[in-house]
């Protein structure tokens, strides 16, 4: 079983920035894929960027493309995401997600079977 645990939402002005964590833990797993997601409540689940620890690939939706980076710390098991240039848009509760057995930087929260309890980011206009 892997356990994701998120920190790092907040409020903040658009323009400005935040950084969201996603610590994985459990006993014999090895994540190979760390995204995250975000929603609003009535909708859906909408992708926003993935992070493939093997070769460090990573893959962005084309609303947060140039303006979020996806990272990882292997050491610390830990995924990143640094929102700059945040817009009111972007506000939503953010879903870290991960999966260990296939490296495939999918889109789909359906292939993600671990999810954190999510972080409220809200940024005013």
């Known amino acids: 079983q892997v356990q994701l645990a998120e920190s790092g939402g907040g409020l903040v002005q658009a323009g400005g920035s935040l950084r969201l964590s996603c610590t994985a833990s459990g006993r014999n797993y090895r994540t190979s894929v760390m995204a995250w997601f975000r929603q609003n409540p009535g909708q859906d689940d909408d992708f926003v960027a993935a992070f493939r620890w093997s070769g460090g690939l990573t893959k962005y939706a084309d609303s947060v493309r140039g303006r979020f980076t996806i990272s990882g710390n292997d050491i610390e098991n830990t995924s990143y995401l640094q929102m700059n240039n945040l817009r009111p848009e972007d506000t939503a509760v953010y879903y870290c997600?991960?999966?260990?057995?296939?490296?495939?930087?999918?889109?789909?929260?359906?292939?993600?079977?671990?999810w954190g309890q999510g972080t409220r980011v809200t940024v005013s206009s």
């Open positions: 997600a991960a999966r260990i057995l296939d490296s495939d930087l999918s889109t789909n929260p359906n292939e993600y079977a671990y």
